[in-house]
């Protein structure tokens, strides 16, 4: 089953990849950062986007997200069937959940909410 | 000192208790005991010997001024010794002396007595000696007290200038010859009363040694105090510079403690700001502690947050989790089952393929036998049915499962997870409020002072903080440099007490000089003693050898040089080369004379065979001279081949105060009685014994029990 399937890579839109960026990078204590590198805030923004089944399409701006310490093959068991279905490989999918997950961690931020918090919204 | 009697008991040849009366109305100092050999004379020289000094040395030999042998003569033993033989052999070896005598300090009784401590004593060792000494009315002395009272009047160290052995003259002789006196240094010394002066330099010496002991430990202190006052110097220099650093640290501090209290007054013209001001700085001092708090929360929901991802996954795959966890347990049963079924239908085939007319199950004949296949066959087919049915069911394989269940375990969260997430996330953002809200709280304050004033209050503060700061120090500094002034004055007082301390004693240096320079006195006097003491012998020597030689025109004079060695001076001054053995006898005594004189001592002089040496006409001047000496007793023990008692009681009669014979009992053949002096005496062959017809008395003429008879003057 799972052989079939494409690893691919992992990517974010420019304007992700800078968002997420921003948020690892700031040397503020009290700006909300829960994240102590881009791979965890891109594995929790793929945990929410896959949680609340949103995915967006990566334009042709993207970059790629360092695949250290992101191992895609462990939530083969989650997406495997969604990508057979769709046709697109581990990495691609999961870029996808991860897009869509940082525009719901963006658009809270902006409504003044707490990264954290979304841990409690239910999909 | 004369002696007025002398009482022997068991002594020599005297067995029992024999008194000798020396006492005498005549005026002259003559005493005269005439013998023949062993009759006793030398026993009663030493009897007093032994009573005056409590042993008798035996005469020795001297070789070129040296003096060998001698040694002492016992009391008692198988030898010659001082005891009576008969008391000694069959008695109870008991023996006394008893000397009395008149000395200017009053009568003098000496008596010493030895007795032994054995039943039969063969050395002097078991023998007890005791002493005691009577001057005048005083008490008894005894013992070594005893000895010392003795030697007041005798001294030992005189005993050869005073008990003079005719037999051993040659000796003396030989000694005065030799170019050294050592054998008779001691004793020329002891009649010069060197000794004395000696003793008296010696104990000088010892005391001024004690005293030069004690300037020793003074000049050890002196010493110590001086070092202590040199210490104490520069202790007093380092307290100065203690002093003056300690000043300048106090000065240093009322200069920062003025300008602190300036500080200080300008700080209050801005009081009204101060509370705001103060109010600030500890907010902002919390507002620091709580940015500090919150980085660590920002960690800490840092940590926390990593497995948030977990929790959002796990609400999506939680009921994929739990139903191929249950399928997972559906595969075991199903595959079980299966396994059951497949084993039933072969068991069934089994069956209907033997069936032989007997129930397999109850072993009876069937009654029916084709019914009974009929029923197992369609038995069979369920079976069969069933398998088909079960193995048509869709469950994935076990290993899928397991694969499936064991990845999606793996994206289960902590339990509790969400709460610490939710607990840090929390904390954090409670700290966030808490460090806006200071924030707001010092603008506001900020908004409230103005700046200027505020600018100046900084200044003056931290001026303040600055000097407070310099305070300290100087404080500590200040206290330090009291403590070292405190030690250097305590050190000091311990220096002070130590160089003040009092240890010169002018008294012991005094005592040291006076001592020193009465030994060199008594060093003078000694060496100026001595040659005037020679002088004098010298003088009296050749005095007394002019009258007693024979030939004054030949020999003139005797010389006696610093050694003491003397010589006989012929007319012209020069040594003579050869003189007589006479005159050299004569030369001898007139030293011994001479010494004895010069001593000063009035001691009876005890001459035992004295004219051994001499020639005929020696011997009648020897006794003619010291027969007339000025008062002092002068006693001989003559045998009587040297002076005959007749013709020398005769010459001698004005001179002799009294005159002594010891005989034996044999020597006699008339009554030796002096009122009788009878010839008249029958002589019994049987019984040896003489009687006299005239008076009565007997004698027996083999007792060896000697007589001393006074011969009448």
Redesign the interface.
Same mark, same amino acid.
């Given at each position: 089953m799972t052989a079939e399937l494409k690893t691919g890579s992992l990517q974010l839109s420019s304007e992700m990849h800078g968002f997420i960026s921003n948020l690892v990078n700031s040397d503020s204590s009290s700006a909300d950062n829960p994240f102590d590198s881009i791979v965890e805030g891109f594995r929790f923004a793929f945990s929410l986007g896959h949680l609340h089944g949103k995915t967006k399409k990566i334009g042709t701006s993207s970059q790629t997200v360092s695949p250290r310490g992101f191992i895609a093959k462990d939530y083969e068991v989650l997406i495997a069937d969604e990508c057979k279905a769709r046709d697109i490989s581990l990495g691609g999918l999961i870029s996808e959940y991860a897009e869509a997950g940082l525009e719901m961690i963006a658009e809270h931020q902006s409504a003044g909410g707490m990264i954290l918090d979304l841990l409690s919204v239910e999909p | 000192m004369q002696l007025q009697y002398l009482v022997l008991y068991n002594i020599g040849p005297f067995r029992g208790r024999k008194e000798i009366d020396l006492r005498a109305a005549r005026p002259g100092n003559g005493f005269a005991f005439f013998a023949e050999n062993n009759r006793g004379k030398t026993s009663i020289y030493n009897a007093m010997r032994w009573c005056l000094f409590g042993e008798v040395s035996a005469r020795a030999r001297t070789v070129n001024g040296e003096v060998y042998g001698g040694g002492v003569l016992p009391m008692v033993g198988d030898g010659k010794c001082l005891m009576n033989n008969h008391a000694y052999q069959n008695d109870e070896q008991e023996m006394e002396v008893m000397i009395l005598a008149s000395t200017p300090r009053g009568d003098v009784v000496i008596r010493r007595s030895a007795k032994s401590t054995t039943t039969f004593a063969r050395k002097d060792a078991e023998m007890k000696t005791t002493l005691s000494v009577k001057i005048g009315s005083n008490d008894s002395l005894t013992g070594r007290e005893g000895e010392e009272a003795i030697q007041q009047f005798f001294p030992r160290e005189l005993e050869r200038f005073f008990f003079i052995d005719g037999e051993a003259l040659e000796e003396y002789t030989e000694m005065m010859q030799a170019s050294s006196l050592k054998g008779l240094k001691d004793e020329v010394n002891a009649v010069l009363g060197i000794p004395a002066l000696t003793r008296g330099d010696d104990d000088l010496s010892r005391i001024r040694e004690g005293v030069k002991s004690k300037i020793g430990v003074t000049q050890k202190a002196v010493k110590a105090k001086s070092k202590a006052q040199d210490d104490a110097n520069n202790q007093k220099l380092k307290l100065e510079r203690a002093i003056k650093e300690r000043n300048q640290k106090e000065a240093l501090l009322e200069t920062i403690l003025k300008k602190l209290e300036q500080t200080e007054l300008e700080l209050s013209k801005h009081k009204e700001i101060q509370p705001l001001i103060e109010e600030k700085k500890r907010l902002e001092v919390q507002l620091e502690l709580n940015?500090e708090t @919150?980085?660590n929360? +920002?960690k800490d929901? #840092?940590d926390e +947050?990593?497995s =948030?991802?977990? $929790? @959002? !996954?796990w609400?999506? +795959?939680k009921p %994929?989790y739990e139903k191929y966890r249950a399928q997972q347990q559906t595969s075991l049963l199903h595959d079980r089952d299966i396994e059951d079924l497949k084993s039933k239908i072969e068991l069934a085939e089994k069956d209907l393929k033997e069936m032989t007319g007997i129930c397999g199950e109850c072993g009876q004949t069937l009654p029916d036998l084709e019914k009974f296949k009929e029923r197992k066959k369609s038995d069979l087919s369920d079976l069969n049915r069933t398998l088909t049915s079960m193995k048509e069911k869709e469950i994935l394989p076990l290993d899928t499962l397991n694969k $499936?269940v064991g %990845? !999606?375990g793996? @994206?289960k969260p902590e339990p509790r997870s !969400?709460d610490r $997430? =939710?607990k840090a996330?929390n904390r954090w953002?409670n700290m966030?409020d808490e460090? #806006?809200n200071l924030e707001e709280k010092i603008k506001n304050l900020d908004e409230k002072v103005d700046e200027e004033a505020k600018g100046e209050f900084a200044e003056l503060s931290e001026r303040r903080g600055r000097q407070q700061t310099v305070v300290a120090n100087r404080e500590a500094e200040l206290k330090i440099a009291r403590t070292d002034v405190l030690l250097a004055e305590t050190e000091l007082r311990r220096l002070e007490r130590l160089a003040g301390k009092s240890v010169e004693n002018k008294e012991e240096y005094e005592l040291d000089r006076i001592i020193g320079a009465l030994q060199v006195t008594v060093k003078d006097t000694i060496a100026s003693y001595r040659d005037t003491a020679r002088e004098e012998v010298q003088a009296r020597a050749s005095s007394v050898f002019k009258r007693l030689n024979n030939a004054p025109d030949v020999y003139t004079n005797i010389r006696v040089d610093k050694g003491f060695k003397t010589e006989i001076l012929n007319s012209k001054g020069g040594v003579s080369p050869n003189p007589s053995s006479g005159a050299i006898a004569i030369m001898t005594m007139s030293v011994i004379d001479a010494l004895r004189h010069v001593s000063g001592m009035n001691i009876p002089v005890f001459l035992d065979t004295p004219g051994r040496s001499l020639d005929e006409q020696h011997k009648q001047k020897m006794l003619e001279y010291f027969w007339k000496t000025e008062g002092q007793q002068f006693l001989i023990f003559a045998h009587s081949g040297e002076y005959e008692v007749g013709p020398t009681v005769e010459r001698f009669n004005d001179q002799l105060a009294k005159a002594f014979t010891l005989s034996l009992p044999g020597d006699h053949k008339a009554c030796y009685l002096a009122d009788c002096k009878s010839e008249n005496v029958d002589y019994d062959v049987a019984s040896k014994v003489n009687t006299c017809n005239d008076c009565g008395n007997t004698w027996d003429i083999t007792s060896d029990e000697t007589l001393i008879l006074e011969v009448p003057l």
């Open positions: - | 940015k @919150l980085s929360f +920002a929901k #840092q +947050a990593k =948030a991802w977990k $929790i @959002l !996954l609400k999506r +795959a %994929d $499936i %990845d !999606l793996g @994206l !969400l $997430i =939710a996330n953002k966030v460090i #806006q």
